[in-house]
């Protein structure tokens, strides 16, 4: 079986994965689009250690970030999965799993129809972007 498969089975996912398919952009972690059975899509990272050392910090960070900013779209009546990223604990009860070669890994929902971009090619571009962040620091002005 091939090892994108093999990990993304240590995640409590819903149903198995039939495909998937590498992302090639990005330049911190590897990522790959694993497609399941029931037709959803997910997003596996191999997590680069040698950028982020302790993946303990900085996926109990992102966690609760993510967690923080839910409950707040929940509140507002809104999207939580179309509004943030929802990680997926692993077999062993973490947000990442630890192969054997060491390895770190985590899985989170795709989220359909969204525009990413490498780099910003207009001013209306770059006021969306910083309006974006502007949001982003307004979600979070009561997480600690």
């Known amino acids: 079986m091939n090892e994108i ?6 995640f409590n996912l819903p149903s198995e994965p039939v495909g998937y398919t590498e992302c ?8 790959y689009f694993v497609d399941l059975e029931d037709g959803d899509k997910y997003v596996l990272q191999n997590i680069n250690t040698g950028i982020f050392k ?10 609760g970030v993510t967690s923080h900013i839910r409950k707040k779209l929940e509140s507002e009546g809104k999207d939580p999965l179309r509004g943030t990223l929802k990680f997926f604990c692993s077999v062993d009860g973490l ?17 359909d ?4 971009y490498q780099s910003a090619d207009s001013t209306e ?4 972007v910083g ?14």
């Open 5 to 10: 498969f093999e990990i993304a089975k240590k």
């Open 24 to 31: 090639k952009i990005g330049h911190i972690n590897s990522t």
């Open 54 to 63: 302790d993946p303990d910090i900085l996926m109990n960070n992102i966690v």
């Open 95 to 111: 947000y990442y799993y630890k192969d054997e070669a060491g390895s770190c890994w985590r899985l989170y929902k795709y989220v």
């Open 113 to 116: 129809d969204v525009d990413c």
């Open 125 to 128: 571009l770059i006021e969306r």
């Open 131 to 144: 309006y974006a962040f502007g949001h982003f620091q307004m979600q979070l002005a009561e997480y600690d």
